[in-house]
């Protein structure tokens, strides 16, 4: 388990996987020094079925047995008065989640690397892109395969070989190396939600 302090605000745990989300809720329910939190968000990839992503996760709040079930996507929920008594360590735990790309409440397929493909800081950004899928798609032939599992990684990482600063990078190394264009309205549903949490 990877985890992080920034600001002194913001606990970042890594579930390795969406199918540790749960086991990673019900660990930090139980973990010292957290019946004080105020705010536990979820971040994780819609994948191929938006729907079945918001399913999964209000699963695993539900069976880590927090006071607050988030509904929605992109929105903070607070406990209820009629909740407050059953879980008194959690009274002011307010749950939400997010799911990539869209980060909002009308989430569709993809992945945060689908996210990151629209906000390259390149004003050449599609011509490049479309270079690395001719690329692939040699490749995808000359390797006889019958389709990529991945494609979402395949063309950014694609992408990200073709550049100097960011050859070799993985995601959170290329943001740093600032390929990416955080002023992008694209990012505003997921600074509003996490705002309002630091406000």
């Known amino acids: 388990m990877k985890e992080a302090y920034a600001a002194g605000h913001i ?3 890594h579930a390795v996987g969406n199918s ?3 086991p990673r809720l019900q660990s930090l329910k139980n973990a010292p020094g957290m019946s004080g939190l105020k705010y536990l968000a979820v971040v994780r990839d819609a994948e191929k079925d938006a729907h079945g992503a918001k399913q999964s996760v209000r699963s695993a709040f539900r069976k ?3 006071c607050v079930v988030p509904q929605d996507p992109g929105k903070w ?3 209820r008065p009629d909740e407050l008594d059953q879980h008194e360590d959690w009274d002011d735990l307010s749950t939400g989640y997010l799911l990539f790309p869209t980060c909002d409440d009308r989430p569709v397929p993809g992945t945060l690397e689908d ?3 629209q906000t390259i800081a390149d004003e050449k950004r599609n011509a490049y892109l479309d270079a690395a899928r001719r690329y692939l798609g040699a490749v995808q032939v000359e390797r006889g395969l019958e389709k990529y599992t991945e494609p979402h990684k ?3 990482y694609a992408y990200l070989s073709g550049t100097n600063d960011a050859k070799g990078c993985k995601i959170g190394e ?3 190396a600032k390929i990416f264009d955080w002023d992008s309205p694209l990012y505003g549903h ?3 939600f996490f705002g309002q949490a630091l406000a």
């Open 11 to 13: 606990y970042i745990v």
């Open 20 to 22: 540790q989300i749960g």
């Open 64 to 66: 880590a047995d927090f």
């Open 77 to 79: 929920y607070a406990p």
């Open 115 to 117: 996210l990151a493909l």
């Open 154 to 156: 395949n063309l950014l």
């Open 174 to 176: 290329a943001a740093r």
């Open 190 to 192: 997921m600074k509003e």
